[in-house]
């Protein structure tokens, strides 16, 4: 006899997600993704002047926002007809790159770790490190005064065999979690030297950057990056190693789809024809390149009413929350009719597979020799992790360079008049993965804006055909060794970094007109 | 409840509203807390309604002190859904747990705006019995239970972005549904994390802070905190000298920059840790912390304010409120005037006028809370 189990909220993600699994014989059997709110931007940009958009965009995520306005710009800069200089492609990768890396760094330590480390091991504390021994006593000052939240938020957990054994691993990793703070802080920092503050930075228009480089910006930067640079070489990675270690089963719990894509990740010319992170999908184990006419979204278990299978461009969206069937407002996009997953994972190996990058090649060459695994072993819950901190390192190597080829005294910005009509879109990669934003522009005014993201890939519903989506697939087979603690689920679903504010972001719930974006 | 509504109002309607507000409330909420000469922690339920997070990001971006420092030093931390351990049935019964067990002592943090429509069905967190319970019924449900409010974010505090024209889900900000608690508002998109902690430390220690007529504490968002008073490319408006496109020099006026209707010291404080603020970035200021940001059509973040447009200084001041309700009831509307005065007349800057000029912004700021009280209803 199946039971079900509902995890609401799942926390530690950015956005509301109900996850609810049907359980026999100890494993899933059936899996449901929903989010769970809606907002409207799309609605709230229309006949608003086109310049506001990469603002506006931003506040869509605010763990992610620069891959918003990034995506927004890039939209800009086709509907206005105004190519960046040269400057301005560099700075928006310098300032995106610093988000990737603050995301990566709080997805695995702030948002995951707690799955694995036990903080409890902190009562056990014998050394001298002055953060760790105030939190020891911290919570042992809470527990010794009986105090219910002590220990809050790290505790209440769920509660089980579950967390690592070795206590000076654990220790290890609580003080690590420490310096991810800090780290990610610095990310923050290293973004608002061009971008005036994180999170929602003020400098991303159209035609480029509002900001100019400056040499104590640069060094500011350089210097910042050294730093955590070093943090992901060495703790970031290894940590992630020492888990996978601990955890060897999550080598295959979790084992996602297997089609993934990317649709190029920071542009290394403009117009965009190359990109540092490459173009392209891998499609029952084939390699493909990338046709956007080749996206359709359906609707038939989306709270939609509208016909199913548009192309984006000519999308439409009628809401209908209390459509028989229907359990998610993700819509559900497919590729050629495929379930695709993205996100690092994808751009890793595709990258891999590509041999687009020598020093991306040889980083999951070193990791996959240190864990004695092949690269079938990516496809799993500790696979996205992994590919997501190597994915940080190739990236901070790759920011050394993009800050060389900055020119002081070049211009950042190329001067635009807003068009009566135009249309334009911004297809590109943010830390969870591919995103596309797409505007349409009417007497000035934005007649009609959508975005397709990352999580509306992953966490899709079914599609027409019933297939499952990214989410739901890798949950499936995935154990639960105790139903009022369904841990292991929750890691699956954490290790793809769930972004719902960015997922579902299409809704009107005034009337039931019909929305239509034809581009 | 610790006091009446009635009781809050007036307080809240006198000049010194915090200092008397926090007489009433401070010894209770220390015996609650378990605070003794002011050292102990707040306990804070931090709950999120329509947001991007943004805001518990910006918050942990703090320096001095550290996350980990304020986690340990300043609150207890029971519920905050991005950083918290608990997650699903583990994470509700932390709430249920507060609402039953510790009411009237703890401070409930919200971020987020709380849909109205559709019953609230627009942002659903959690089960209750296996019923999706509504942001709208947690902050029902967790107001009555939490000795006061801290709205964190413009989406709280007044609504911002899920509210802004046509507002789909009817989203509405914080004050608009618990009417019975007294409510700090700390605005921003997102508000610096100093805001935060500084308000949740003066609380601990002090009591709450003074605050102004739209509920902000007037150490962080007092009109003596006006971007354009403060701002560092002040020098290029006294000289008339306007950045005409996006990285050129000058003062952000003509780019659109709202500068001069915005209230907070982010001009002199900086962010993310001091590196930067909006300005000097050269991404001119979007007045993310008024109760018009992000504005309505027709007051594009990039056009300049519609004060530019009247020629010259006797009708501008005329017009001062007029021109703060075409904004949307912004506050300030006599420094927006004041801009306009020196960009037309391009004069030195002189301190007597600004002093009279803060005199009527006082004024004004109630002239225009109120326009903006009335037009929320529409």
Redesign the interface.
């Known amino acids: 006899m199946a039971e079900t189990i509902?995890?609401?909220?799942?926390?530690?993600i950015?956005?509301?997600l109900?996850i609810e699994i049907k359980v026999e014989n100890g494993k899933v059997i059936d899996a449901f993704s929903s989010g769970?709110?809606?907002?409207?931007?799309e609605?709230?940009l229309r006949?608003?002047?086109p310049?506001?958009a990469p603002?506006?965009v931003q506040?869509?995520?605010?763990?992610c926002?620069q891959i918003h306005g990034t995506g927004s710009v890039f939209a800009l800069d086709e509907a206005f007809n105004a190519v960046p200089p040269k400057n301005g492609r560099l700075i928006r990768n310098l300032m995106l790159s610093a988000n990737f890396l603050q995301s990566h760094i709080?997805h695995f330590y702030?948002?995951s770790a707690?799955d694995f480390v036990d903080?409890t091991a902190i009562l056990g504390y014998k050394g001298m490190d002055s953060?760790l021994i105030?939190?020891k006593e911290?919570v042992q000052a809470d527990i010794d005064a009986g105090k219910?939240?002590a220990g809050?938020?790290?505790?209440?957990?769920?509660e089980g065999d579950f967390y690592i054994k070795d206590n000076d691993l654990n220790i290890h990793g609580i003080a690590s979690y420490?310096k991810a703070?800090?780290m990610?802080?610095k990310c923050?920092?290293m973004?608002?030297?061009?971008?005036?503050?994180?999170?929602?930075?003020?400098?991303?228009?159209g035609?480029?950057?509002?900001?100019?480089p400056t040499i104590d910006n640069l060094t500011?930067f350089r210097s910042r990056l050294s730093e955590i640079k070093t943090f992901i070489e060495k703790t970031y990675i290894p940590d992630v190693i020492a888990v996978a270690k601990q955890y060897t089963d999550y080598f295959t719990i979790g084992k996602g789809v297997g089609n993934f894509m990317c649709y190029g990740g920071f542009p290394e010319n403009d117009p965009k024809t190359e990109w540092f992170l490459p173009q392209g999908l891998l499609i029952d184990g084939k390699m493909e390149k990338f046709n956007p006419d080749n996206i359709a979204e359906f609707v038939k278990f989306s709270k939609y009413s509208s016909p199913t299978g548009l192309n984006p461009y000519d999308g439409q969206t009628v809401p209908d929350?209390k459509k028989d069937g229907a359990y998610s407002w993700l819509k559900s996009p497919r590729y050629n009719g495929k379930v695709v997953e993205v996100g690092p994972l994808a751009r890793m190996l595709l990258a891999y597979l590509n041999k687009s990058d020598s020093n991306i090649t040889a980083l999951i060459d070193g990791a996959l020799n240190a864990l004695g695994a092949g690269p079938e072993a990516l496809n799993s819950t500790l696979g996205r992790h992994a590919a997501r901190a190597l994915e940080a390192k190739a990236l901070a190597d790759r920011m050394e360079g993009w800050i060389d080829e900055i020119d002081l005294n070049g211009?950042?910005?190329t001067?635009y008049t807003i068009p009566q009509k135009s249309k334009g879109k911004g297809l590109t990669e943010g830390p969870r993965g591919a995103l596309g934003h797409w505007i349409t522009i009417d007497n000035y005014?934005i007649s009609n804006y959508q975005a397709v993201v990352p999580t509306t890939w992953n966490g899709s519903p079914r599609d027409d055909n019933g297939v499952l989506g990214p989410f739901e697939q890798a949950l499936i087979g995935t154990p639960v060794s105790d139903i009022?603690n369904?841990i292991e689920p929750?890691r699956v679903i954490r290790s793809f970094d769930p972004c719902l504010?960015c997922a579902v972001h299409v809704?009107?719930?005034?009337d039931d007109k019909v929305y239509k974006f034809k581009i | 409840m610790l006091i009446t509504r009635k009781k809050f109002l007036q307080v809240f309607s006198g000049s010194i509203a915090g200092l008397a507000l926090s007489n009433l409330w401070l010894p209770k909420l220390l015996g609650a807390a378990d605070v003794k000469n002011g050292k102990g922690r707040l306990p804070i339920v931090w709950f999120q309604g329509q947001n991007c997070s943004g805001c518990p990001v910006s918050f942990i971006n703090t320096e001095y002190p550290s996350a980990d420092e304020v986690l340990i030093e300043v609150i207890t931390l029971e519920y905050n859904p991005t950083i918290m351990a608990g997650t699903g049935d583990v994470a509700v019964a932390v709430l249920e747990r507060m609402a039953s067990e510790e009411k009237g002592k703890f401070i409930l943090v919200v971020d987020g705006s709380i849909p109205i429509e559709a019953e609230g069905n627009y942002c659903n967190v959690g089960e209750i019995n296996g019923k999706s319970v509504t942001a709208l019924e947690w902050m029902q449900i967790l107001g009555n239970a939490a000795m006061a409010v801290v709205a964190v974010g413009t989406c709280a505090t007044w609504g911002g972005i899920p509210a802004a024209p046509p507002n789909p889900t009817k989203a509405m900000a914080a004050r608009d549904i618990i009417k019975n608690k007294p409510i700090i508002n700390i605005p921003g998109c997102p508000p610096h994390p100093d805001w935060i902690i500084g308000t949740l430390v003066h609380v601990l220690k002090y009591g709450i802070p003074a605050l102004d007529d739209l509920g902000r504490p007037v150490i962080f968002f007092g009109p003596d905190k006006v971007i354009h008073d403060n701002c560092e490319l002040r020098q290029y408006f006294d000289a008339g000298q306007f950045a005409k496109d996006f990285g050129e020099k000058g003062c952000l006026y003509e780019l659109g920059c709202k500068g001069p209707i915005a209230h907070c010291d982010a001009a002199t404080r900086g962010w993310n840790s001091g590196v930067n603020w909006c300005n000097r970035s050269g991404g001119p200021c979007l007045g993310c912390t008024e109760p018009t940001f992000p504005g309505g059509t027709g007051s594009g973040l990039y056009e300049k304010l519609p004060a530019v447009q009247v020629p010259g200084l006797s009708e501008i001041n005329a017009n001062a409120n007029t021109i703060g309700i075409a904004l949307g009831g912004a506050v300030g509307v006599a420094i927006a005037g004041h801009a306009v005065a020196r960009a037309i007349s391009n004069k030195k800057f002189n301190k007597k006028t600004a002093q009279k000029e803060n005199i009527k912004e006082s004024d004004s700021d109630n002239a225009a809370e109120q326009t903006n009280t009335e037009g929320e209803g529409k």
């Open positions: 509902v995890i609401d909220p799942l926390t530690r950015e956005g509301h109900k769970e709110m809606f907002r409207g931007i609605i709230i006949d608003r002047s310049e506001d603002m506006i506040r869509i995520c605010g763990v926002p709080l702030l948002l707690l903080i953060k105030k939190v911290w219910k939240d809050a938020p790290f505790l209440p957990r769920y420490l703070i800090e990610r802080r923050q920092e973004l608002a030297i061009f971008g005036g503050k994180m999170p929602h930075c003020q400098t991303l228009v035609g480029g950057v509002a900001c100019r500011a929350y211009p950042v910005h001067k005014k009022k369904p929750a504010a809704i009107d719930v005034e």
